[in-house]
């Protein structure tokens, strides 16, 4: 059993659709399996979800396991969970791959309770040392400080922050593999009644090109909006720190930061913002960053392309102004 | 109700942790606070209890320091504290963690012969964010768990929680017993009142060590039996800072950033 070399990769979907990670994890699981001999095995559970299966085995996976039937169409952990021990048992992965999203991060330790497997949670990196051993980078303090981990067990698992990883560039034809997994009743203690919507746009901060994010130092809820005119006029996507989070002044799905979306936009642009560590660790893998501050010696200009030193609210109008022109001009 | 909260005791997380010259966290300076997604946690069995009434039990693995922390919780709603420390402990990891708390619970339970119907603990301590305790526990315990609450109702046999989502939130039922792990609930936890304060400081702490546990296996905590390991500590690479404008006036300062960024083309 321990010998066995491959990688399974739960691709949770959502709205019939691969999540984002879930692609991307592909990347990182076919690296390690080439190395190691072995092969990639997608896990897609849920109801009539045939193309997204379809799209996993187009993406990188050698094989994926689909588990339809009208029992998965709603998420219930226990019995994800259930049917993902199930197929490790089968399977005897040497590592499992889940995709760092909010039920992602509930399903690992769950599993890992039930296969006493070491896991690493929020794994930005992964490589493999001259020994042969998977090496996995985690963040610590709020990303302060990188931790590279092993895990001893077998098997492992390893939770996959979101936009850390490229997705795969050729596309593949793995196989797809229908089966049928029986789960037992009492494994259910807990039901999801009802889930609700409060935001109905899509904010999409991990694939947008140009982010204006606002912080405290926007003062307020209407000079807020500044942030929000910049970002509508260059087409890009608002962000926030925590503070302007707490402060009322957007919803939380804005946030950017180790605690919100780690995001790689071609411009990002901080309003009143400090540059934290928590904050600048979502925003590294940015192209050109513009920051905007009046406090001379705020951690945020040492990560800045263009820093300017001056009152957000005065010069935001300003800036706003003279793209406008450009952009007529063009 | 009879309820357990789980509380870890963490370096203050508005202080910026570095290395120090040996390669390891600086934590000398950094006052350790209760992980403040357990303080919400208590908050929220606090105002459970003060709604259907219950005791609450707090319990913390650590050193002897996390006694201060214990004595708080006492101050803002706990009604019993227990530390968990023995040497045989130290630097376990969250299977050891979990094995330890899980035998704690069932040694309280067993010497005051009364079960717990409900497991606080956070949706994650803030030193490395895992968010694997909780459920674990439950996986552990066999029995449900819900995480990222910001609101709890109970009835006779099931709690009804709702569970933060990144669009909303979900509705969700569990039967009881069960755990459950804590978000930041539209609530901050209370400050304790001075009386609170003086009753809490009379309170006993108790102590929980190795040999007070059954059932604990060896093989499962310690330094040296840990399922991951860290190899190496180091500080993310910086990027290189680029050009700081500051002109006479934030009309040029924002006019020269402007022209900067057409000349890099960037929008
Ligand atoms: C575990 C943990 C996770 C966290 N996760 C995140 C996360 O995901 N994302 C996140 O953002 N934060 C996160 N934080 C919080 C983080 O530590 C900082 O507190 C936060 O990023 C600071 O936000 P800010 O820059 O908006 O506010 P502040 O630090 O208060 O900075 C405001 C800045 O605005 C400037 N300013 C004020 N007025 C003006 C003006 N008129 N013109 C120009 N500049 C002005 C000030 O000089 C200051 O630099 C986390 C913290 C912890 C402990
Ligand atoms: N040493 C500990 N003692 C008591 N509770 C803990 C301990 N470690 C973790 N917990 C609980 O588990 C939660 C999640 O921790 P973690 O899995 O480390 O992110 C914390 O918020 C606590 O409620």
Redesign the interface.
């Known amino acids: 059993m321990a010998d066995c070399k491959d990688i399974m990769v739960y691709v949770e979907t959502a709205e019939g659709n691969p999540v984002k990670v879930a692609l991307e994890m592909l990347s990182p699981a076919k690296e390690l399996a080439d190395a190691k001999g072995g092969k990639v095995i997608a896990v897609v559970i849920g109801n009539n979800i045939h193309d997204a299966a379809q799209k996993i085995a187009q993406a990188g996976a050698d094989q994926v396991l689909m588990i339809d039937a009208p029992e998965y169409e709603k998420y219930n952990?226990?019995v994800y969970a259930d049917v993902l021990a199930n197929l490790m048992k089968e399977i005897s992965p040497e590592v499992l791959f889940i995709g760092g999203t909010?039920d992602g991060?509930?399903l690992?330790?769950?599993l890992?309770?039930?296969f006493?497997?070491?896991?690493?949670?929020?794994v930005m990196n992964i490589k493999i040392d001259d020994t042969g051993k998977i090496?996995f980078t985690?963040?610590?303090?709020?990303?302060?400080?990188?931790?590279?981990?092993?895990?001893?067990?077998f098997p492992k698992i390893a939770v996959l922050r979101s936009g850390a990883f490229p997705k795969l560039e050729d596309s593949t034809t793995g196989e797809i593999i229908e089966k049928q997994v029986s789960i037992s009743n009492d494994c259910i203690?807990?039901?999801?009644?009802?889930?609700?919507?409060?935001?109905a746009e899509s904010v999409n901060l991990e694939e947008a090109e140009?982010i204006v994010s606002g912080g405290r130092g926007m003062g307020n809820k209407d000079d807020f909006k500044m942030v929000e005119d910049l970002s509508n006029l260059?087409g890009g996507v608002v962000g926030a720190t925590r503070p302007a989070i707490e402060e009322g002044w957007i919803s939380?799905?804005h946030q950017v930061g180790?605690?919100g979306k780690i995001v790689a936009p071609?411009?990002y642009i901080a309003c009143g913002i400090s540059g934290?560590?928590q904050h600048i660790?979502g925003i590294?893998n940015s192209?050109?960053?513009?920051a905007i501050n009046k406090d001379?010696d705020a951690p945020i200009?040492?990560?800045?392309?263009?820093?300017?030193?001056?009152?957000v609210k005065?010069?935001?109008p300003?800036?706003i102004e003279?793209?406008k022109k450009?952009?007529e001009a063009q | 109700m009879n309820i357990l909260v789980c509380i870890k005791q963490v370096p203050d997380d508005s202080v910026e942790v570095h290395l120090n010259a040996e390669g390891k966290p600086d934590l000398k300076n950094i006052t350790p606070v209760v992980n403040a997604f357990d303080t919400y946690a208590l908050e929220m069995a606090a105002r459970l209890k003060e709604s259907s009434e219950g005791e609450i039990t707090v319990v913390c693995m650590g050193d002897a320091s996390a006694k201060n922390s214990l004595k708080n919780c006492l101050a803002v709603g706990a009604d019993y504290a227990f530390l968990i420390n023995d040497a045989a402990f130290e630097d376990s990891d969250t299977r050891g963690i979990t094995h330890v708390l899980k035998n704690a619970a069932k040694k309280i339970e067993a010497d005051t012969d009364k079960k717990f119907d409900l497991i606080f603990c956070g949706k994650e301590a803030t030193d490395a964010a895992l968010g694997q305790v909780g459920p674990m526990l439950a996986e552990e315990l066999g029995v449900g768990v819900i995480t990222n609450l910001i609101d709890i109702q109970l009835d006779t046999d099931k709690v009804t929680a709702k569970q933060e989502t990144e669009e909303g939130y979900r509705t969700v039922e569990s039967k009881i017993p069960c755990v459950v792990t804590v978000s930041k609930p539209e609530y901050d936890p209370r400050y304790p009142t001075i009386k609170n304060k003086m009753a809490a400081r009379k309170k006993p702490i108790g102590n929980i060590t190795m040999s007070d546990m059954t059932n604990i296996k060896a093989e499962k905590v310690g330094k040296e039996n840990t399922l991951v390991n860290a190899i190496k500590l180091y500080e993310p690479p910086k990027k290189e800072a680029g050009v700081k404008i500051q002109e006479e006036t934030d009309e040029d300062s924002a006019l020269k950033a402007v022209a900067m960024m057409a000349e890099a083309k960037v929008f």
Do not use: R, W
């Not at chain 1, 006493?116 to 929020?122: I, K």
């Not at chain 1, 985690?138 to 067990?153: A, F, H, N, Q, R």
């Not at chain 1, 200009?301 to 009152?311: K, L, S, T």
């Open positions: 952990m226990d909010q991060k509930d690992a330790p769950i890992s309770s039930k006493e497997a070491g896991c690493a949670s929020d090496v985690c963040p610590l303090y709020g990303g302060t400080i990188l931790e590279d981990i092993e895990i001893t067990s203690h807990a039901n999801i009644v009802e889930t609700v919507k409060e935001i140009v260059l939380k799905i180790q605690s071609k411009l934290a560590t660790s590294m192209d050109y960053i513009v001379e200009f040492e990560v800045a392309n263009v820093g300017i030193v001056g009152d005065k010069v935001l300003i800036m003279e793209i450009i952009k």
